[in-house]
């Protein structure tokens, strides 16, 4: 997925399993084919997954501390963080084992009224956890700061998307008056396949790295990237943000579409189709624009 990726596969995972955590070393190890961009995943066992990043430099020690300060916070499961795993058997990075979180991923535009409104409530509680001595998250800011990248993006999407009504929201978003207000945890990414239901109910949220404090409006972006327009509406309800915040949360999801779609459209197809369907359902919401079509 990116030109820079290190090379990992079940023979790699197994020496480092060997040599860091020989207890666990008889266990059987099977790749996952996961739409995930910063990890390659190896589930280790019945009740285990093994994370390696899939570039060198991330900070998996800070990841698991996160994790282990929120887990006891949060209505749903995370996952738990079992060992960190050190440079070793040609691999230059650190990485980890967790505890295997259960479940599927939703279907973006096909959530019930309970998924939103489960996903709302857990927004509500990670927002009121203490953030004394938390990090920052790295995108819970500005969206200015964006603002190249994205235009850009719309540059490489003409013909693929309406550029101009695109570039129109992109401006509305920006025009929002910026969050003053102290902040708060945030996830950063909340998408579906970083949720995971079971029976319909959302049961856990995965891929924590992005994870700190900032805009709260970030984690809107969930209801243009994961839920159809009624069930938008009644997540809105149940949080409450204002319409500056609401606005920004809109930016964040066309930010992320815009971003993604050029990025992954040949090498993540997972991907690349929600990048489509969050810029879709931004433009049907502020334009009658046909919004992002094509392969």
């Given amino acids: 997925m990116h030109a ?174 910026e969050w003053s207000g102290a902040p708060v945890w945030i996830h950063g990414d909340l998408m579906p396949a970083n949720l995971l239901v079971r029976v319909g109910r959302l049961t856990g949220v995965l891929d924590w790295g992005g994870a700190g404090i900032g805009d709260p409006a970030i984690d809107l972006a969930v209801a243009w990237n994961t839920l159809s327009p009624p069930m938008r509406k009644l997540f809105r309800s149940s949080l409450d943000p204002d319409n500056a915040a609401w606005r920004r949360g809109r930016g964040w999801a066309l930010w992320t579409g815009l971003v993604a779609l050029p990025y992954y459209r040949e090498t993540n197809r997972i991907l690349a189709e929600n990048a489509r369907y969050r810029i879709n359902e931004v433009l049907a919401e502020t334009t009658d624009s046909p919004a992002a079509r094509g392969p």
């Fill in 4 to 177: 820079d990726e290190v090379h990992t596969d079940a023979i790699l995972v197994r020496r480092l399993i060997a040599s860091q955590f020989p207890q666990w070393s008889e266990l059987p190890i099977r790749p996952l084919a996961a739409s995930g961009t910063v990890n390659s995943l190896f589930r280790l066992g019945d009740d285990m997954v093994v994370r390696l990043p899939r570039r060198t430099g991330h900070d998996v020690e800070s990841d698991h501390a996160t994790l282990r300060r929120l887990a006891p916070l949060l209505p749903l499961e995370i996952p738990e963080p079992l060992a960190l795993g050190l440079p070793g058997e040609g691999y230059a990075g650190s990485w980890c084992i967790d505890r295997w979180v259960d479940g599927e991923h939703p279907v973006a535009g096909e959530t019930t009224s309970a998924l939103a409104l489960e996903i709302a409530t857990f927004i509500a509680t990670l927002r009121r956890i203490d953030t004394a001595g938390a990090p920052p998250s790295g995108r819970g800011n500005t969206l200015r700061r964006f603002d190249a990248a994205t235009r850009e993006a719309i540059t490489q999407l003409t013909g693929t998307i309406d550029a101009a009504a695109a570039t129109a929201a992109w401006d509305e978003a920006l025009a929002a008056p």
